[in-house]
């Protein structure tokens, strides 16, 4: 397994971890922000938004959970984007010259 696909999958697997405190947190800082201009106070959904799940309690933690998660998933996406480019094919190759050239074998 090359390089560049070792860090795809790393990244495929950390963005659906990272992703879901990262929306729980948009969307009650938002639902709550809404409920609190119609003058409804929701106080559950800011417990929700600081991290505290009934029985599972992260408020102390939750921050640092999500800014370590934020930070994982930008560098490696990061990584993704500067690490390990595809070599471009020159102008003296074939595949220069005709693009198509390359996907004779693939046709059907």
């Given amino acids: ?3 560049r696909h070792l860090r795809r999958r790393i990244h495929r697997a950390l963005v659906p971890i990272a ?3 990262l929306i729980i947190t948009a969307l009650s800082g938002s639902i709550y922000g809404l409920m609190l201009a119609n003058n409804i106070d929701a106080f559950w959904l800011l417990k929700v938004h600081t991290g505290n799940f009934g029985m599972l309690n ?3 933690y ?3 959970i999500i800014g370590i998660l934020t930070l994982m998933i930008a560098i490696s996406g ?3 984007m ?3 480019r595809r070599k471009q094919p020159t ?3 074939p595949e ?3 693009p198509e050239s390359r996907y004779e074998n693939h046709r059907t």
């Fill in 62 to 64: 939750y921050s640092a």
């Fill in 82 to 84: 500067f690490g390990g």
């Fill in 96 to 98: 220069a010259k005709d």
């Fill in 58 to 60: 992260l408020q102390p």
């Fill in 19 to 21: 992703a879901v405190p």
């Fill in 78 to 80: 990061v990584g993704l």
């Fill in 91 to 93: 102008s003296q190759s």
């Fill in 1 to 3: 397994m090359s390089r």
